[in-house]
Every structure is written in C-alpha cells, then in structure tokens.
C-alpha cells in the first residue's frame, strides 16, 4: 500500500516569514495530492490540492509543487498569520483511497 | 454544497457495549464513503472503505468483526465499534466521496470522539 512520510512534525514561523512542509510517498499510481488544515477537534478543512499531471498550483498565499519523478510534493504557505496555526497534513491518493502523512504542526508566532 | 454530518459528535460508553455512529452526506450523493480513525496529535488513519450496496473493504490490520459497516443508502454510512474496550477511545471521521465529480475530493465530517470507560 501506499506510504506517505511527512516532514517536520513541529514548525515555529515568525508571522510574515515562509513555511514550508514536505512530503513523499511510494505509490507511484498515486495521482491525486490534498493538504488539509486541521485544527483542534475539527474536521480536516481542504485547502489545496493538486494533480499529478500538474507541477505546481497556487491560491494567494498557499502554493503545492510535485515533483512525480521524486515522488515528493510540498506545501508553501508565504506570509504566514497567526491564525495559519493548526495541524496540516498532506495525504496521497490511489483512486479512491486517502492515506494521510503524520502530520505537521504549524506555530505562527506574533 | 458538499456537506457531511456525524451523529454523534459524542459519545461515552461503558466497556463491552456498542457504539453506532451516522454518518451523511447532506446534499450530495455519496456512493463510496470512508471512515477514519484519528488517535490524540496523530495523523488519520483510514480504517475502511464503505460501499453503498456492498460490503465495507477494511484496511490491514482493522478488525472487520469489531467494526462494523453499513452503507445502506447513498447519503448514509454508520459505523459500529462492537463490544467497545477503552482502547477503542478516540476521535473518528468519515467521509464521503461526491458522487459524479470526476476527481478524488473527500469531504469530511466533523468526526465523533468515543470514550469508552
């Protein structure tokens, strides 16, 4: 099956600065990459997606890029806000199927 | 549009009885939902696929007779967590699949935290 890592566990940010969270999976038939934001005892929110016949996608301040070769993709949020905090997690779809990595917390701090 | 529902939001129970959770999608179809297991600061773990008219596919490791799965209309699945332990404790979410929409979106829903006592 498939198997998603995601990387750091934990980012503190300086509000205004970059955050960046990376993933990688092992199913090259994967063809369908989400990032969620989580927060505490709410349900996981969308908030962009991406496909593997794309490289990169952007919405305002958040930006995917995948790299299917690597089999990696990342998430870029830029000028980050206090209220970016939350827990993101990145999954990996084959078909139907979602298989989430474990998750980073972001801390942005005022 | 595309919202999913959980009843319960929650629920405590005492050990050795069973648990039914409802999950529906309120204004789409849904013919294919999943099902989640989401322990404390950890990432989700799919459980199973619920299939409406079909059995449930259960992932490796997920106890088919312990969890229970029934996807008996196109908005509705329910989960069952049988003869609950407190190991069972923890928060799970559902989600389902709009049916029609040629990509794989899931939408979620806001989940149950079960505490087994």
């Known amino acids: 099956g498939e198997n998603v890592e995601q990387h750091p566990s934990t980012l503190s940010v300086q509000e205004g600065d970059s955050a960046v969270i990376k993933c990688t999976y092992s199913?090259?038939?994967?063809?369908?990459f989400p990032w969620y934001k989580q927060e505490l005892g709410k349900r996981p929110q969308l908030i962009i997606d991406i496909r593997s016949n794309v490289g990169e996608k952007k919405d305002q301040r958040i930006a995917v890029t995948l790299n299917k070769t690597a089999k990696h993709f990342s998430l870029h949020i830029t000028e980050t806000q206090p209220e970016d905090s939350a827990v993101y997690f990145c999954?990996?779809?084959?078909?139907?199927?979602?298989?989430f990595g474990s998750g980073t917390k972001l801390n942005v701090k005022p | 549009g595309a919202v999913v529902s959980q009843h319960p939001s929650r629920v405590i129970c005492k050990s050795g009885t069973s648990v039914k959770i409802e999950c529906r999608s309120l204004?789409?179809?849904?013919?294919?939902m999943f099902w989640y297991r989401q322990f404390p600061k950890k990432s989700l773990m799919l459980m199973a696929t619920s299939n409406e008219g079909s059995k449930a596919t259960y992932e490796q490791g997920v106890e088919k007779d312990k969890f229970l799965i029934n996807h008996a209309s196109l908005t509705l699945s329910t989960l069952t967590v049988t003869s609950a332990h407190p190991e069972d404790s923890s928060f799970y979410i559902c989600s389902a699949r709009y049916d029609g929409r040629s990509y794989n979106e899931q939408f979620f829903g806001p989940g149950t935290r079960l505490t087994v006592l």
């Open positions: 999954a990996a779809s084959e078909f139907n199927k979602f298989y």
């Open positions: 204004d789409f179809q849904a013919t294919t």
């Open positions: 199913d090259s038939a994967s063809n369908y």
